[in-house]
């Protein structure tokens, strides 16, 4: 069955960098959907970035456009997220997901079927 395994989060200053990465298993990793998404206490989970490697596309959140960088190693069945300058709005449990089949509104949670358990992001 599917697994993802996120790891990198932890507390920085405002300002600095993190990257994340998730650990993809059970599936052919290429030719799917990936994406990152976060949740605040209190808050609905968002949708951070999204990567459609058949199809090509990236999409990005505008709250972290300019910021963020979603990327992978397909020979690694590996998803990353590099966050540059980080701001304490961007303080949350970050998850990564995944998706069997093209997704349509990648923003919305509910059009992903394979979550990971998360990791912490503080900024302070």
């Known amino acids: 069955h599917v697994q993802l395994v996120e790891s990198g989060g932890g507390s920085v200053q405002a300002g600095g960098s993190l990257r994340l990465s998730c650990a993809a298993s059970?599936?052919?990793?290429?030719?799917?959907?990936m994406g990152w998404f976060r949740q605040a206490p209190g808050k609905e989970r968002e949708g951070v970035a999204a990567n459609g490697t058949g199809d090509g596309v990236t999409y990005y959140a505008d709250s972290v456009k300019g910021r963020f960088t979603i990327s992978q190693d397909n020979a690694k069945n590996t998803l990353f997220l590099q966050m540059n300058s980080m701001k304490p709005e961007d303080t949350a449990m970050y998850y990564c997901?995944?998706?069997?089949?093209?997704?349509?509104?990648?923003?919305?949670?509910?059009?992903?079927?394979?979550w990971g358990q998360g990791t912490q992001v503080t900024v302070s």
């Open positions: 059970g599936y052919t990793y290429s030719g799917y959907y």
């Open positions: 997901a995944s998706s069997l089949k093209t997704v349509g509104s990648w923003f919305l949670s509910s059009q992903w079927r394979f």
